[in-house]
């Protein structure tokens, strides 16, 4: 029985990969380096640490690392209340299913926590949340299991118990690689991630309540 169901939230809660991508090209472009979204599309679902070390290694940029995460994330932060991104289409009833059926929801993000808390404002989550795990909590990021680990420790549920919705090929692995049930959302604006490997696949999130409905009667 599903007792939880555990969000990625870049590309999930919301179609904010948009607006990451438009933040790190920015930094990019401040050291003189005219990228385009290429570069930074295979640390999609991957920590901060993991795209600006990859960064400077290929370009050589002067700066220290945690610089470029704390500018990243300062960036987006601010950026993001007057965004316009809204919610991803069919997460207001499916909150609403896991609110009725006594379902809990948490989120486990590679994203620094103080965006998590910018994004649950902007999206008036905190009513539907049992609790978030962020970037800064774990050692090892997506595609490692850790996050999914501690977000189903933080919640009391058992891995298995747990229902996890990823859009990245990272997020995928790391779900399954915690043994939980992993859900495949293909975003549009996601290119180039494959969730293929996930339980199953879907495009948008209403899809979920039907899925909760038949693994839960088959209990």
């Known amino acids: 029985m599903i007792q939880a169901v555990i969000f990625d939230m870049?590309?999930?809660?919301?179609?904010?990969?948009?607006?990451?991508?438009?933040?790190?090209?920015?930094?990019?472009?401040?050291?003189?380096?005219?990228?385009?979204?290429?570069?930074?599309?295979?640390?999609v679902g991957r920590t901060s640490e993991a795209l600006w070390s990859a960064m400077i290694e290929k370009y050589g940029l002067p700066a220290d690392i945690e610089e470029l995460i704390d500018e990243q994330w300062r960036l987006v932060v601010r950026a993001l209340p007057g965004s316009g991104i809204q919610a991803s289409e069919g997460l207001g009833e499916l909150l609403d299913y896991i609110r009725n059926n006594n379902i809990l929801a948490s989120v486990a993000s590679s994203s620094r926590n103080d965006f998590v808390e910018a994004v649950f404002d902007h999206l008036g989550l905190w009513p539907h949340m049992e609790a978030y795990t962020g970037g800064k909590e774990i050692r090892h990021g997506k595609p490692d299991p850790e996050i999914y680990l501690l977000a189903a420790r933080k919640i009391g549920i058992?891995?298995?118990?747990?229902?996890?919705?990823?859009?990245?090929?990272?997020?995928?692995?790391?779900?399954?690689?915690?043994?939980?049930v992993t859900v495949g959302y293909k975003n549009p604006t996601s290119e180039g991630q494959d969730v293929s490997a996930a339980d199953y696949v879907i495009s948008s999130l209403s899809e979920i309540c039907a899925l909760l409905d038949q693994l839960n009667a088959a209990c």
């Open 10 to 43: 870049d590309g999930v809660l919301l179609d904010s990969e948009p607006l990451h991508d438009e933040i790190n090209l920015e930094i990019l472009k401040s050291y003189g380096i005219d990228a385009d979204k290429s570069v930074t599309n295979p640390y």
């Open 158 to 180: 058992d891995p298995t118990r747990c229902l996890t919705i990823e859009d990245s090929t990272a997020g995928v692995m790391s779900s399954k690689a915690a043994g939980m």
